[in-house]
């Protein structure tokens, strides 16, 4: 049961217990204590499908107060949330203030989180040293080798 919820409430009788099938979590408000990671990761749009978050949490990308995580590991508000997202591999650090287990619109997504991550790293402008004016053709094979020489470490 919430906290809150137990405070206000005049009929305890009503709280759905943990485990009630397809309301894991739930009292009768509506309000959820607790959700799993990687349905709170999608809800938020951290990630964009569950089974992208999901995979990330399998993966290892994902730890909840400093434990890696199962996708099943469940989060409550305070929990802090780390997670590995994108190309590059940036490490967003969210503490969770909202429990959401659906998805939710931008601006209330944006509301259930506080964001401790570092700022994202410089972008590094060297691939303008390749950028081509335009209407000169398609670049040669010496170009495309020249470039892929720079692309890879």
Not at 22 to 28: A, M, S
Not at 47 to 67: E, M
Not at 71 to 82: D, I, N
Not at 129 to 136: E, F, H, I, L, N
Request: glycine share 8%; aromatic share 4%.
């Amino acid at each position: 049961m919430t906290t809150a919820c137990v405070v206000t409430c005049a009929d305890r009788s009503r709280h759905l217990r943990p485990g009630a099938p397809g309301q894991e979590g739930r009292c009768h408000h509506g309000r959820v204590e607790a959700t799993r990671v990687d349905r709170w990761l999608w809800a938020v749009r951290v990630y964009k499908t569950r089974s992208l978050a999901t995979d990330a949490c399998r993966g290892g990308h994902v730890k909840v107060n400093g434990t890696t995580a199962k996708p099943a590991t469940l989060v409550r508000e305070g929990s802090r949330v780390e997670a590995v997202t994108g190309p590059h591999g940036r490490t967003r650090v969210l503490e969770v203030v909202q429990v959401l287990d659906r998805r939710v619109g931008a601006p209330l997504a944006a509301a259930a989180f506080v964001d401790h991550s570092p700022p994202p790293p410089a972008r590094d402008d060297d691939l303008a040293v390749w950028a081509r004016d335009p209407g000169t053709g398609r670049p040669t094979k010496r170009d495309r080798r020249q470039l892929d020489r720079f692309r890879t470490p």
